[in-house]
Each structure stands twice: as C-alpha cells, then as structure tokens.
C-alpha cells in the first residue's frame, strides 16, 4: 500500500511540475494596430441644357415691361457631409458679375441682356466672385449634408435689355462650376 502511496505521490507531483513548467513557459506579447479610411469631399451638380434651362417664354417684340421679366431654374448639389462648396455661375460672354447676354440664333448682332441673381426680383447678382473657405463674393455657397441628399439652389434671370429686336429665338449658354 506504501508503495501505491509513493507512486501516486511521485505521479502527482511530476505531472505537477510539468504543469508549473508549462505555465511558467507561456507568456503574451501584446501589440495593436489600427483600421482606417480617408474621405475625400465629393459633389455632383444637376445643371443639365434643357433639364434646368430658364425660359423667359414668348414676348410680342418691343411689347412694353419684358424688361425685367424674371424666370427661374433650380440647380441641385449634391456633396459630402460637411463639405463647403461654391457655385459660380458665368454667362457665355465670361461676365463676372452674371449679367449675360442672349444672341439671336441666327443674326448675332441683335441680342438681349440678362442678369443672373440668387434671389427673386432683387439686386443680388449670381456671378462667379466667390472664393472656398474665403468670401462669397456674388457666389452661393453652403455645406453639404451627405452625397444622398440634394440642395436645392434657385437661379434666377431677369431680362434688363429692349425686346425691340429682331423676331426669333435668342439664346445663351451659362456655366455652372461647383467648388469644394
């Protein structure tokens, strides 16, 4: 019985000891790294020719109070959440201030003047002034609430030339430039 006594004591404590040694020979190292992404900013303007056209319609020629006749358009943005962005608008004639000329289609020397503006009936001049993360100048700027949601900006002209002109169609062509 002694015997069974020493071996099991003997058993014991070398299953023991290696126990000890294997516990005693794991250890841990520890280290981290990170996970990351950068955004750039990003925006889509919806100014398409005919979609977002403004149409002063049809006016008798040299009918009185076609000068300042206003007609509007909607340009929307769409840009990345919290982006600020500028939109300039410059007539074909390169205007700053977005006062732009109409050609007639087929006789250019008649043409009929119009001014751009941001707001309806007003002196506030829509050109392409206005300077990202400086002033606005006479440009339309906000910031962006995510590349899904659109902001809607609305574009008005106002005819400031005579309609004594020519019959036919007179045209334009503006530029929509946003920068972000």
Same mark, same amino acid.
């Given at each position: 019985m002694q015997l069974k006594k020493n071996l099991l004591t003997a058993t014991l404590l070398? *299953?023991?000891s290696l126990t000890t040694v294997s516990a005693m020979a794991a250890g841990t190292a520890n280290g981290e790294f990170k @996970? $990351? *992404? $950068? *955004? &750039? !900013? #990003?925006?889509n303007v919806n #100014?398409? @020719?005919?979609?977002? &056209?403004?149409?002063?319609? !049809?006016v008798t020629a040299g009918a009185a109070g076609p000068a300042n006749k206003t007609s509007a358009t909607a340009l929307s943005v769409q840009c990345s959440k919290g982006a600020a962005y500028v939109i300039k608008l410059t007539? !074909?004639?390169?205007? #700053? +201030?977005?006062a732009g000329i109409m050609i007639h289609t087929s006789t250019p020397s008649d043409t009929i003047a119009y001014q751009?503006? +941001?707001?309806t009936a007003s002196a506030k001049a829509w050109g392409d002034t206005g300077v990202?993360?400086?002033s606005l100048g006479n440009s339309v700027g906000g *910031?962006?609430?995510?590349m899904s949601k659109t902001i809607s900006h609305? @574009?008005?002209a106002t005819v400031t030339g005579s309609t004594d002109v020519a019959v036919g169609d007179y045209t334009d062509t503006v530029q929509v430039k946003v920068t972000y």
């Open positions: 070398a *299953i023991g @996970v $990351k *992404i $950068k *955004i &750039d !900013s #990003a925006c #100014a398409a @020719v005919g979609a977002q &056209d403004i149409d002063f319609g !049809s007539p !074909s004639n390169a205007n #700053a +201030s977005g751009l503006n +941001s707001e990202l993360g400086g *910031i962006g609430t995510g609305a @574009v008005y």
